[in-house]
């Protein structure tokens, strides 16, 4: 900035930079969603687009796998929880998730 008397000039790449800036954070602030995945029923799992329930089925996962002090992912017992849990959800709609993992997770 250039200050000349009492009125101050931006040179028009600082204030190119500064409006991309304040572009860039306003839009990170609206991506940014808090989730409290604890009380996400089945019902919502399942109408989540597909996006959204890898997400939440990877979260799980590593929450599981942490809760048993695991420190390898094995693939084929995701991919199988994954089943079982879906299928769990389909006839318990009203149940949350993180109780259906409870009760099926191995």
């Known amino acids: ?8 000039t931006m040179k028009p790449s600082i204030l190119a930079v500064a409006t991309v800036a304040l572009l860039a954070t306003s ?14 029923t ?5 109408e989540a687009d597909q996006e959204r329930q890898t997400l939440i089925s990877s979260w799980m996962s590593g929450y599981f796998s942490a809760s048993k002090n695991l420190t390898v992912v094995d693939f084929r017992y995701v991919e199988r929880n ?19 993992m409870q009760k099926n997770w191995r």
């Open 27 to 40: 839009v990170v602030a609206k991506a940014q969603v808090v989730v409290d995945l604890s009380l996400i």
């Open 82 to 100: 994954g089943k079982v849990i879906g299928k769990y959800c389909k006839s318990h709609k009203a149940d949350t998730v993180m109780n259906a």
């Open 1 to 8: 900035m250039i200050k000349q008397g009492w009125k101050i």
């Open 42 to 46: 089945c019902k919502q799992l399942l």
